[in-house]
C-alpha cells in the first residue's frame, strides 16, 4: 500500500503543477490563489510499474486535472477483490486477460461505456477485438509461447523448441520452467491456450506429460523471464510481451502456432465514482496517442489500431505476419472463464502438489528406456500403460463446458470455504491421482525385477 500511495502523490503533484501552470498563463489566479480542483481517476491492474508509467504520464499530459491512482496486483487477486464488491471503488480495470473481462462481466461487475470505439481496430476474421455489448474493449494483441536462453541451451547441447510438442521430449527433462495458472493470469492464458489447441483429454495428456520435464514451478510469472534471461533455466513458458526480452541478448522468443489471438483489456468498473474520467482514459487508450505508446522497447505491444497497420510501422511484427499468414486463431474467453477456476483446480492437485513425485516417475521411466531397445517387447508394454497413467484426469471435456459442474469452483475467486461437493469432487481426484501414480511405480518396479 506505501508503494501504491507513493504512485498516486506524484501522480498527483504533477497534476497540481499542471493544472496551476494553466491557471497562471491564463491569468486566472486572483490576488489570493485559489485551491486547485481535481477530479479522480482509481486503476487497478496487474501491470507493472514499467508497462503503465509511459500512459500513466502522457494521460496526466493531456488531462493534468485529473488525479490519478492506481494499484498492480495480480490478475487473479485483482478479479477476486472486484467479485467481492469493488468495495475500494476502482474505476478501471487493465489487464492483459480476456479471461478475467469476461468473468468480471458475467459477474455483473463491469460497466457498459457511453462512448464507443472512435477508431477502426484491426479487422480480423471470426476475431472481436472488443467486447460486443461494450463492457471492455482489447487495446493490445498478444500471444503465447515460450522463450529461451541461447546461451543455456549450447551449453547443454540441446536444440530451441521448435513447436509445442517438443517439450515432450525428454532431451528438456529439467530444463523447463513454467508459473502456475491459479496465481499468474498470463500463464492461465498458456493453458487454456493448449487445452483449447489440442483438445480437453489430449491437451490434458499433454501437459501432464510435459510436466515430469519441469524444473519448477514459480510463483509468478516475471520469475519465468527473469530466471531464463539470467541462465538459471534454459526455456521458460510465456506470453509475449515477458518473453521478448531485448535487454538480453542471448533470450530469444517464438509463438507456438496456431497463435491463439489474444486481445489485453481495460474496461470501466461498477462502483466506480468517476465514470467520466474513467471513459477520457479508456479512449486515450485506444487513440492514436495511446496506441502508439505500445511501440516503445520496455512495452512492444501489437496495437489494435487500423490506422496503426495504415501507416507500414507494423509490417515486421512476427505476430501479425502470422495473422496475415493464417498462423493465428481466436482465443475463446468465453469458454476460458466458463472453466476457469476448474482448470486451475485441476492444475494444481495434478500438477503443483504432485511436481515432485511426477518428476522422480518420469526420471525412472527415462532411465529405464535407456537401457532398453525402442522395440524391445518386455518394456514397451510398461512404458505404454505407465504414460496412460500419468496422462488423465477423471474430468470429461462435456463437464468442461457444463455452468452447473464449473460453478462448484467458484469460490476459488470470493475466499469462501470450500463447498462439501466441491471437497468430495477434490477428494475424488486425489483418490484417481493416487492410485495411477501407485500402479505407475509398481509397473517400474517390475521393470527392474526382471533385468
Not at 468495495?87 to 463491469?110: C, G, T
Not at 464507443?116 to 509461447?145: C, M, N, T, W
Not at 490434458?204 to 510435459?210: K, Q
Request: charged share 25%; hydrophobic share 40%; glycine share 6%.
Amino acid at each position: 500500500m506505501y508503494a501504491g500511495f507513493l504512485k498516486e502523490v506524484r501522480y498527483v503533484c504533477r497534476g497540481v503543477l499542471g493544472v496551476a501552470c494553466v491557471l497562471f498563463l491564463c491569468g486566472a489566479f486572483p490576488p489570493a490563489v485559489k485551491a486547485v480542483q481535481l477530479s479522480r481517476l482509481q486503476i487497478i491492474t496487474s501491470y507493472p510499474p514499467r508497462f503503465y508509467e509511459p500512459f500513466i504520464e502522457r494521460f496526466q499530459s493531456l488531462h493534468p486535472e485529473i488525479r490519478i491512482s492506481i494499484l498492480n496486483k495480480k490478475t487473479t487477486s485483482a478479479v477476486a477483490e472486484l467479485l467481492r464488491g469493488n468495495n475500494r471503488n476502482f474505476d478501471v480495470f487493465w489487464s492483459s486477460s480476456p479471461d478475467s473481462f469476461e468473468i468480471l462481466k458475467q459477474a455483473k461487475m463491469l460497466r457498459r461505456t457511453e462512448r464507443i470505439r472512435q477508431h477502426k481496430a484491426i479487422a480480423v476474421e471470426g476475431f472481436s477485438v472488443d467486447d460486443p455489448d461494450g463492457y471492455f474493449y482489447g487495446f493490445a494483441l498478444s500471444s503465447v509461447g515460450w522463450m529461451w536462453n541461447d546461451s543455456y541451451l549450447k551449453k547443454e547441447d540441446i536444440d530451441a523448441p521448435k513447436c509445442w510438442e517438443d517439450f515432450e521430449d525428454s532431451k528438456y527433462y529439467s530444463h523447463v520452467v513454467m508459473s502456475t495458472p491459479s496465481r499468474s493470469g498470463t500463464t492461465h492464458l498458456i493453458v487454456e491456450s493448449i487445452l483449447q489447441k489440442m483438445g480437453w483429454e489430449k491437451g490434458w495428456a499433454y501437459l501432464l506429460r510435459m510436466s515430469g520435464n519441469l524444473v519448477t514451478l514459480s510463483a509468478r510469472s516475471f520469475s519465468v523471464t527473469e530466471g531464463v534471461k539470467s541462465g538459471l533455466y534454459g526455456v521458460g513458458l510465456v506470453i509475449d510481451i515477458l518473453g521478448r526480452a531485448p535487454d538480453a541478448k542471448n533470450v530469444r522468443f517464438r509463438y507456438g502456432e496456431p497463435a491463439p489471438l489474444i486481445p489485453a483489456g481495460i474496461g470501466a468498473l461498477k462502483n466506480g465514482k468517476n465514470s467520466s474520467e474513467a471513459e477520457s482514459f479508456i479512449d486515450f487508450m485506444l487513440s492514436p496517442d495511446g496506441q502508439a505508446l505500445l511501440l516503445k522497447p520496455q512495452i512492444r505491444r501489437l496495437p489494435v489500431a487500423q490506422q496503426m497497420y495504415d501507416s507500414g510501422e507494423l509490417a515486421q511484427s512476427q505476430l501479425f505476419k502470422m495473422i496475415k499468414e493464417g498462423k493465428s486463431k481466436p482465443y475463446d474467453a468465453y469458454l476460458s472463464q466458463l472453466r476457469y477456476n476448474l482448470v486451475n483446480h485441476l492444475f494444481e492437485e495434478f500438477i503443483t502438489y504432485k511436481l515432485l513425485e511426477r518428476r522422480q516417475l518420469w526420471k525412472r521411466l527415462l532411465s529405464l528406456e535407456s537401457q532398453y531397445a525402442a522395440d524391445d517387447p518386455s518394456f514397451v508394454s510398461v512404458r505404454n500403460e505407465v504414460y496412460r497413467l500419468l496422462s488423465e484426469i477423471p474430468v470429461t471435456e462435456e463437464q468442461s463446458h457444463d455452468p452447473v459442474f464449473n460453478a462448484i469452483f467458484f469460490n476459488s475467486f470470493t475466499g469462501t470455504p470450500r463447498s462439501p461437493e466441491q471437497q468430495r469432487q477434490i477428494e475424488r481426484w486425489q483418490q484417481f491421482m493416487k492410485k495411477r501414480l501407485k500402479k505407475a511405480n509398481e509397473l517400474l518396479d517390475t521393470v527392474h525385477r526382471t533385468q
